[in-house]
């Protein structure tokens, strides 16, 4: 049983350029968060999708989109990069939003702006 | 800002003693999820506390919450050198579907 993956693992951008992020969900798993976290911080909450809309956002401008695909997977868009977007940005996964259940992570992909 | 805050932020242990860490949050929860992160990677869930439980245990772990102070406490006996990593606890709160919290962490060394 698969867990929750993400590509890529590293990616480096220069300001003001475009950058995507992908996920795949757990097996079995519906539910799709993203979120950032900054050198020494704990995660935040960016947005989460579920039946391919977006449900949820935290405090993050619309330079960060993102999508969900019918087979769960997700993708998280960032416009116009700053380099305060530097940061691991994890996907996580949980069976249904509105259970109280785990949420699993992927690895996460570290994106470094230059 | 953060729901949750993590006490200590550091935490330096000799290996087979216990590690205990506390978490702080602001608004009602549905539950209350810990996780461990080695030198920035993914996160690994390590357990999971509904609103309604005082107290859980999975292997080496021990999970209180305290609804009424708002605050949980994760213990972990008889530490390895392998726990030394960032512990974080991750609030959902009440209404919001699966959205979670975080603080911003406890550093733990265990020195072999």
């Known amino acids: 049983d698969a867990g929750v993956t993400q590509s890529p693992t590293h990616l480096i951008k220069t300001r003001g350029q475009q950058v995507t992020l992908r996920c795949s969900p757990k097996?079995?798993?519906?539910?799709v968060s993203w979120y950032q976290q900054a050198l020494g911080q704990g995660p935040q909450f960016i947005f989460q999708y579920y039946e391919e809309e977006e449900r949820q956002r935290g405090n993050f401008p619309d330079r960060f989109s993102g999508h969900q695909f019918p087979n769960y997977s997700s993708e998280l868009n960032v416009n116009a990069l700053l380099l305060g977007d530097s940061a691991l940005y994890l996907c996580a996964s949980t069976r249904d939003f509105r259970r109280t259940d785990t949420q699993y992570f992927g690895p996460g992909t570290r994106l470094t702006v230059l | 800002s953060q729901q949750g805050e993590e006490d200590p932020q550091a935490l330096s242990i000799q290996e087979g003693e216990n590690a205990t860490m506390n978490c702080s949050y602001k608004?009602?929860?549905?539950?209350l999820q810990w996780y461990r992160q080695n030198s920035g990677r993914g996160l690994v869930h390590l357990i999971l506390?509904?609103?309604?439980?005082r107290e859980k245990h999975s292997g080496r772990l021990r999970v209180t919450l305290d609804t009424s102070k708002k605050s949980s406490s994760l213990l972990i006996t008889a530490s390895r050198a392998a726990d030394t990593a960032s512990y974080f606890c991750a609030t959902d709160i009440l209404n919001t579907g699966n959205q979670f919290y975080f603080g911003t962490g406890t550093s733990l060394t265990v020195i072999p």
């Open positions: 608004t009602s929860i549905n539950n």
């Open positions: 506390i509904r609103s309604n439980e």
């Open positions: 097996s079995g798993h519906d539910t």
